[in-house]
């Protein structure tokens, strides 16, 4: 149980384009889900936090108007980078959080971005 | 503010030895605590996890921690490891239940090799 998936595994798109990342949990409700980046050996960095139907909130530093960020229903999510540039380029995950599962955050396969 | 550090980057074992893995943690109160464990390329997946009770947990994948309080220490371990066992370990954290918020804050990781 406790599983999340993520669309597509990998992307490359040109500079100025838009990429959308699909999360989805697929045997719970997720209530709460969050997106990471993560660059090379490093530790995961939190972007925002998604409550099913409300706006996300986004750390600090990370742009809302790049980085648009949907909740629409209780098992998907969704990540729009928009005119990426290269240094969008990385591995995006994410994760899901629901009442049912103790508090605990299930992670997708990740993202890998890249913008040529 | 919370924060988690690995203060171990690499570790290089031999299969069938023994593995330990340190975490610690800075926090104003118990929080839950989560050992993941990450493949190149891929999302996170869950080990363990610590909320309340007995302070020594088991986990999938024969890993098993201990919580101890007075060192703020949550430390990984496995008997005898395996090849399959190569991979980046991430230490988090967690306000506990009724807590405001609930964002995990993320040890640096830290990358487990193994000799055959």
């Known amino acids: 149980g406790a599983v999340v998936s993520q669309h597509p595994s990998w992307v490359i798109c040109k500079s100025g384009t838009s990429v959308k990342i699909e999360c989805r949990s697929l045997d719970f409700q997720a209530t709460t889900m969050f997106w990471y980046r993560q660059f090379p050996k490093q530790s995961l960095m939190l972007m925002a936090t998604?409550?099913?139907?409300?706006?996300?909130?986004?750390e600090q530093g990370v742009e809302k108007d790049k980085f648009l960020i949907n909740h629409a229903s209780l098992t998907l999510s969704t990540l729009t980078v928009t005119s990426a540039h290269p240094e969008d380029s990385s591995f995006y995950i994410c994760?899901?959080?629901?009442?049912?599962?103790?508090?605990?955050?299930?992670f997708g396969p990740g993202t890998r971005l890249t913008v040529l | 503010a919370q924060s988690v550090t690995q203060p171990d980057i690499h570790i290089t074992v031999s299969e069938g030895a023994s593995l330990e893995l340190r975490c610690n943690y800075s926090?104003?109160?118990?929080?839950?605590l989560f050992w993941y464990v990450q493949s190149p390329g891929q999302g996170l997946q869950l080990l363990l996890k610590y909320f309340s009770g007995d302070t020594l947990v088991q986990g999938i994948k024969g890993f098993e921690a201990e919580f101890k309080r007075s060192q703020s220490s949550f430390n990984l371990r496995k008997p005898s490891v395996h090849w399959s066992d190569a991979a980046e370990y991430f230490c988090a954290v967690g306000p506990p239940r009724g807590a405001a918020g609930n964002k995990l804050t993320f040890g640096g990781g830290t990358r487990v090799l193994v000799k055959p």
């Open positions: 926090y104003g109160a118990t929080p839950y």
């Open positions: 998604s409550n099913e139907g409300s706006k996300a909130t986004y």
């Open positions: 994760s899901a959080r629901g009442d049912g599962v103790t508090d605990t955050q299930y």
